[in-house]
């Protein structure tokens, strides 16, 4: 039995190809759209990839499994388990099968269990491997547990009410959740532990980093496997689950429907800056990706800046209309991975791609600037009252603490609050580094807002230069 592990840092996801070395075929869980890392490895081990599984209906990211279908002749393991408008609506001429709690399959020598493992979504599906080398089927030696139980923590339930507008579906996933994990407890300790996610996914509250564990130790160690009672985990489980990004609806909905194959999407033109001149006064989306300081010195008047690094995907996806198309600014050696980036989401629109030459005052006409200020600079401003302050963090870094008289607007949300932003002076934006009040900034420039200026090290270099702050009570209680 051949394993291996593909992790894609932007999106903290993993997948895994398990391959039968004896019989030379292979199956891919949970495949990213890019399926290229797949084909590769398999061509080079010898293996044909005659199989894909996906545990869940993703919501984080664009699944590669018909890409596979299409392009590989891969057959597809798909969930027939929980509501049947939560099934892939591609599969007319594809080989696949409706697999459901209990069924058995086998890629070469090596067998799959199913185990219906509902909580995260209602088709969640986790998959027990036994290497049953020379045809004789062993014990299972591990779990491929997509969403369900990750390293430290398990899967949210509240996806399918916060981001596709279920209502009450929360309460009754989590309901499932508690029966999942109690149905995992019973599993043996030995088993290795294969998640779907890494730390830094929004499918869960605080995933560990490791890669994988065992099932004994998430049983010891696992948060979710010490509650008691069925109200104490869903209360727990619940409570303190961060906003999902907007792009997950879109996730959804297009793993239902099938995304379109990458070798059909239309490839994006090549753009001079009179190009994108055209772009901003049609008022299109053009799309800056320079790291912030260099957007920050010099950009062309209503740009949206995300810059190309670990986050940008989840930004992208929350600030992206993916119904309009879309123009870049990037660099010429790094464009068709930016590109790739945003196909990963289902952002199919990239019409055109400009060179980073294009930001010229020469050739671009007037550029825009903003300003970055230290925490001790920027309260002397506000306390003379010649400047308002904009807080971009999430919810619970919000009720954490906060500078007194800043107005609290999400950056997700940015944009749908615009218009409650004050205007005549300056706005100072700031997060909790400064990155995405960075995002922030251009956003505000966007709409009008001219005099915007960024807070140097954020809320967190404020607090660490001892300025006043407001704490939540058990952040006092925490320093008393």
Sequence with gaps: MLLKYFYDEKLAQASYMVGCQATGEAIVIDPARDISPY??????????????????????????????????????????????KW????????????????DRFKIGNIGFEVLHTPGHTPESLSFLVSDGGGGVDREPMGLFSGDFVFVG?????DLLEKAVGVAGSSDQAARQMYQSVQRFKQLPDHLQLWPG?????????????????????????????????????????????????????QMKRLNVDGPTPLGQLPEATSLSAADIRQCLQRHDQVLDTRPAAAFRKAHLPG??????????????GWLIDYDRPLYLIADSDQAAQIVRDLHS????????IAPLEVVNEATAGPLQSYEEMSPAEAQALLASGQAVLLDVRNSAEWQEGYIDGAQHRMLGRLVDHIA??????????????????????????????????????????????GLPVTRSAHQLVGHA
């Design 345 to 352: 989401i289902g952002i199919d629109q990239v019409a055109g």
């Design 420 to 465: 409650s932003i004050p205007r005549g002076k300056p706005v100072i934006v700031q997060c909790q580094s400064g990155a995405r009040s960075s995002i922030a900034a251009s956003i505000l420039q966007q709409h009008g807002i001219e005099q915007v200026i960024n807070l140097a090290g954020g809320y967190a270099r404020w607090s660490n230069e």
């Design 303 to 316: 740009t949206l800046n995300i810059a190309w690094n670990k986050s940008f995907i989840t930004w992208a």
């Design 153 to 157: 923590d398990i899967g949210r339930p």
């Design 87 to 102: 099934r892939q609506r591609y599969t007319e001429g594809i080989s696949h099968e409706w697999v459901h709690d209990g």
């Design 39 to 84: 084909v590769d490895v398999a061509a080079r081990e010898g293996l044909r990839i005659v199989g894909a599984t996906e545990t869940h209906i993703h919501a984080d990211f664009v699944s590669g499994a018909r890409e596979l279908a299409v392009t590989q002749g891969t057959k597809l393991y798909l969930s027939g388990e929980g509501d049947a």
């Design 197 to 249: 996610h890494g730390a830094g996914s929004a499918c869960g509250k605080a995933l560990g980093a490791i890669p994988s564990s065992t099932v004994g130790y998430e049983k010891r160690f696992n948060w979710a496997m010490s509650a008691t009672d069925e109200e104490t985990f869903v209360r727990q489980l619940l409570e303190g689950q961060p906003e999902p990004p907007k792009y997950f609806a």
